[in-house]
């Protein structure tokens, strides 16, 4: 089937390069890309662009400031380099580049293949787990380090601690921290350590170097060492850039050899007025003690008396005492007298014949009462009785017969109210005060 042109879609050149970077993107992870460097460049921004070209093609790259700044290779045209990189495409130009995240000398290049394939068998053995991670001490008192004797590390740690913590005291384990013998050397020094184990934690330091220079922190042999020794050690290797397999297998990982100082030890401009509060807290508790001792020897003292003088106080303290005891007889002796007068009144009241009297002149008043109440009630009753008979009489229909009314009802017997309700020469009955008449109506007037 063939398409005619009025069905092919119509892009932008935006359109199109956006579709093809996104292609790109998608379909490319990130690459491991080696070539040669030329074409490189470096305007105000920082960044960096260049190519890499071999015998039959090239690419453009360009690495951001962000990225370029931790680079320790300084590039050069006709270098040899490898370059991680996302493949993408530049829209604004539709040119197919790579977006650079880190770029190595083509031997350093092999070394972190070699780096990167140690360190991710050894961390799925779990030599670098969290939980076999060791606490520093928090007051160390001696510190093994190892290092080289010639090299700027030691003396950056000497100096540290000695402005930190004066009274560490520091023990050198001298070893080759560069070559071919230097993981040996590093791994014997390891094991002497845990042999003596007379320090409290131990600082394996380098300054900074190239991949080269440090990789003998990145054998195998040493990363065991370092979790075989049983005293806990700090790395302080290159740069903060740099990282060996023996910072992920030490206990802690400081960026530098001072750092490394600086981790392991107190800092005295820190604990220093601590100290001296402690110090004058302290003094002030001496002071306080011997103010306190001073005047208890002063109280004993004064308690020293000639024995006389003691058998005289002793007399005058029994007269009083004897005084006081013949009072508080005489008190006491008050109070049971009181005492028994109140005894005595109660039992007059609990008197069974004085009971007797008094609950029969309580009966003689309450039938009083009852007797008063009893009249109150039935006067007050019969008055009742009066007022409800004659609101009765009122009442009372046959009353009202008694004054000459009379009752009319028709044959049916219903009370006639008015004329209209019965006919001319019809029956009706009369109801008197006395008796009844049986009329017939003659004449009405309604």
């Known amino acids: 089937m063939t398409v005619s042109d009025s069905q092919i879609p119509i892009l932008t050149v935006s359109a199109l390069n956006s579709a093809a970077r996104e292609i790109i993107e998608g379909n490319f992870p990130l690459l491991r890309v080696e070539g040669e460097l030329s074409n490189f460049s470096s305007p105000g921004s920082g960044h960096w662009y260049f190519s890499l070209k071999d015998a039959h093609a090239q690419v453009r790259c360009a690495m951001f400031r962000q990225r370029n700044t931790y680079i320790r290779v300084q590039p050069r045209n006709g270098m040899r380099v490898q370059v991680l990189a996302q493949p993408t495409l530049y829209e604004g130009r539709g040119e197919f580049q790579l977006i650079v995240e880190q770029l190595l000398d083509a031997g350093e290049g092999d070394l972190q293949a070699r780096f990167a394939a140690l360190r991710d068998r050894l961390a799925a053995e779990g030599l670098f787990a969290a939980d076999l991670k060791r606490p520093l001490p928090r007051w160390p008192q001696r510190v093994a ?27 050198v384990y001298p070893v080759l921290v560069q070559g071919e013998q230097a993981a040996a050397r590093i791994c014997a020094a390891l094991d002497h350590v845990a ?3 007379q320090e409290d934690v131990v600082i394996l330091a380098r300054g900074g170097g190239s991949t080269e220079d440090l990789w003998c922190f990145n054998e195998e042999s040493v990363a065991r060492a370092i ?27 400081a960026a530098t050899p001072t750092a490394a100082a600086e981790a392991i030890s107190p800092d005295r401009a820190e604990w220093l007025p601590q100290v001296q509060a402690q110090r004058r807290q302290l003094e002030r508790s001496v002071q306080r003690t011997l103010r306190d001792a001073t005047q208890r020897l002063d109280y004993l003292r004064l308690r020293l008396r000639h024995p006389g003088e003691r058998l005289k106080d002793a007399d005058h303290r029994l007269r009083m005492a004897r005084g006081s005891l013949r009072q508080a007889l005489q008190r006491q002796q008050a109070a049971w007298d009181g005492r028994l007068q109140v005894l005595q009144a109660r039992r007059m009241r609990q008197d069974p014949r004085q009971r007797l009297e008094h609950l029969h002149e309580t009966l003689k008043a309450w039938r009083s009462a009852l007797l008063l109440a009893m009249d109150k009630r039935l006067a007050s ?5 009066q007022r409800q008979m004659a609101a009765l009489r009122l009442l009372d229909p046959l009353a009202v017969l008694q004054r000459g009314f009379a009752v009319l009802r028709d044959e049916s017997g219903k009370v006639v109210f008015k004329s209209a309700s019965v006919a001319v020469h019809a029956p009706i009955s009369a ?16």
């Open 381 to 385: 009753a019969e008055t009742q009785q």
């Open 145 to 171: 380090v190892i290092t080289s004797m010639n090299g700027a590390a030691l003396h950056d740690i000497r100096v540290t601690l000695a402005r930190r913590w004066p009274m560490l005291a520091l023990v």
């Open 227 to 253: 979790r075989a020794c049983p005293v806990p050690v700090v790395t302080g290797i290159g740069h903060e850039i740099d990282f060996t397999i023996a910072d992920f297998a030490g206990d802690l990982r």
């Open 431 to 446: 109801t008197l005060a006395q008796g009844t008449l049986l009329c017939e109506v003659l004449e009405k007037n309604d």
């Open 195 to 197: 042999s003596r184990q």
